[in-house]
C-alpha cells in the first residue's frame, strides 16, 4: 500500500490522502482548501493524479473541508462510488450544492465587478456538479465493512466530531491503517464521545489543536455570562456559526440557559436555512448524539427559524437586544457578513466566536483585533466588542488527541501528523515522540510513503 499526502499538511484545509494497492487508486477524503489566498488557489490548479484514475473515495465527515472538492474532482473526470456514513451523506446533501452555489456566487461577482484576470471568470464548480456527486454515494453503517478497493476492507467508526463524523479503518491483509478524520471532545455536551480506535500499522491523526489545551470551564455557564453582559446593554449579539454542529450546540445551551432561567427571553435567530435543515438531522440520527427526544424539541422552540432572504435582512433593520446566529462560521461569506456589515461598527454589540478560525479568513482578522475588515469591496469598521468561546470547539484538544491514541490497542509502527497549522502538528510530533515513544513524523504536500517494511525503514521517504 503507498499512501500519498495531497492535503491538509501545513494546514487545517483541503483533506486529501491518496491510496495505492496493487495500482488501483482510491482518495480518503477529498476536501476544499479555505483561508489563505495562496490556499485556495491551491483547489484551480493541476492535480498531480488523474481524477479518471480514482475508483473511490471514502470521506470521514461531510465538513466542506473534507468534502468540498468532490464536485471538483467530478468535473476532472472522476466516475468512483463515494462511501459515506448514511448522517454524512444527508449533511453533503445539504453542503455540497451550498458549496456550489458559493462558487457560482463568487464567479458572479468578479464578473459583474470585473475583478478577475480570466475573462469570464468561472466557478470551481457548478451545482450541477455537486448533485452529479451525489448521484455517486454508497451508504454504509459504522461498524460495517465494506470494500472500496478490491483487496482493501474498510470501516467506519465514530469520531464524536460532527454527526456522521468517523475514523476510518483500512486493511488489505498484510497492512492496515487508520485516519482519525477529525476527533471530537469526550465531554462535548451535544455529540457522544469519539470511540477507541481499532489497532493499526500506521495512524494519521489530525492536529487542529495540537498545541493547544482547551480552558476547562462550564461551558453554559460562560456562555451565560457572555450573553447576560451584553444583553443587559441593549447589544445585537452576532455569532458567526459552522451550519452544522456548533450551530445546534449553541442553540442547546441557550435554550438550557433559557429554561433555567439564566437568560432573559430575548430573541434568537438561526439566520441559515442550512443550518435549519441541519438540525432536522438531529431528529434523524439520534443515537448518534445525547439529545433525547424532547430535548430536541426543546432546542427547536428555543429558537427562530429565518428561511427568507427577505426575513434576514429585517433584522437588520431591528434593534437590540437579540441574538444571531449566522453562517460561515468564519465569516467567510453567507448571510452573517451582511449583519456584519450593519452591526459591527457599533461598539454597543457583540461578534461572538464559536470555533476555530482559520488563518486568512475575516474571523481570524477579527480575533486578531482588526480594525477594519473588507467586506464586498468596503472597508468595514470594526467597533463592537469580538470575542470567542474556544472551548466550543468540535475538536479535541491536545490532552484529548493523546488520550485517543493511547486507547490504541497497540502502537502504530508509524505515525503521521497533519491537518494543523505547523506549530500546531509540530507540538504533537514533540508529545508523541516523548510522552507515547512512538514513531512519528509530519509529512509535507506530495509526499509519498510506501506502508510495511519499507515505511519502518524510512518513514518520510518521498
Ligand atoms: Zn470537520
Known sequence: MRLGFFGATGTVTGSRYLLECDERRMLVDCGLYQGYKQLRLKNWSELPFAASSIEAVVLTHAHIDHSGFLPALLRRGFRGRIFATPATFELCRILLPDSAFLQEEQARFLNRHGYSIHKPALPLYTRADAEACLELFETVRFGKAFQPLAGLTARFCHAGHLLGAASVHLENGQDSIIFSGDLGRSGDPLMNAPQS??????????????????????????????????????????????????????????????????????????????????????????????????????????????????????????????????????????????????????????????????????????????????????????????????????????????????????????????????SASEALRVRIKRELGWSVSVPEYRDSVVLGPAAERNPANR
Open 197 to 422: 480506535p481499532p489497532a493499526a500499522d500506521c495512524l494519521v491523526i489530525e492536529s487542529t489543536y495540537g498545541d493547544r489545551r482547551h480552558e476547562v470551564l462550564d461551558l453554559q455557564a460562560q456562555l451565560g455570562v457572555i450573553l447576560r453582559t451584553a444583553i443587559a446593554r441593549g447589544a445585537v449579539v452576532v455569532v458567526p456559526t459552522f451550519a452544522v454542529g456548533r450551530a445546534q450546540l449553541l442553540m442547546l445551551l441557550i435554550a438550557r440557559l433559557k429554561a433555567a432561567g439564566a437568560l432573559q427571553d430575548v430573541p434568537i435567530y438561526l439566520d441559515s436555512p442550512m443550518a435549519t435543515d441541519a438540525t432536522q438531522l438531529y431528529r434523524v440520527f439520534a443515537d448518534e448524539h445525547r439529545l433525547s427526544h424532547e430535548e430536541c424539541a426543546q432546542v427547536f422552540r428555543a429558537t427562530r427559524m429565518v428561511r427568507s432572504v427577505e426575513q434576514s435582512k429585517a433584522l437588520d433593520r431591528r434593534g437590540g437586544p437579540m441574538i444571531i446566529l449566522a453562517g460561515s462560521g468564519m465569516a467567510t461569506g453567507g448571510r452573517v457578513i451582511h449583519h456584519l456589515k450593519v452591526f459591527a461598527p457599533d461598539a454597543n454589540n457583540l461578534i461572538l466566536f464559536a470555533g476555530y478560525q482559520a488563518g486568512g479568513t475575516r474571523g481570524a482578522a477579527m480575533i486578531g483585533g482588526a480594525k477594519t475588515i473588507r467586506i464586498h469591496g468596503q472597508d468595514v469598521p470594526i467597533n463592537a466588542q469580538v470575542m470567542q468561546l474556544s472551548s466550543m470547539s468540535g475538536h479535541a484538544d491536545a490532552d484529548e488527541l493523546i488520550a485517543w491514541m493511547r486507547k490504541l490497542p497497540r502502537a502504530p509502527k508509524h505515525t503521521f501528523i497533519t491537518h494543523g497549522e505547523p
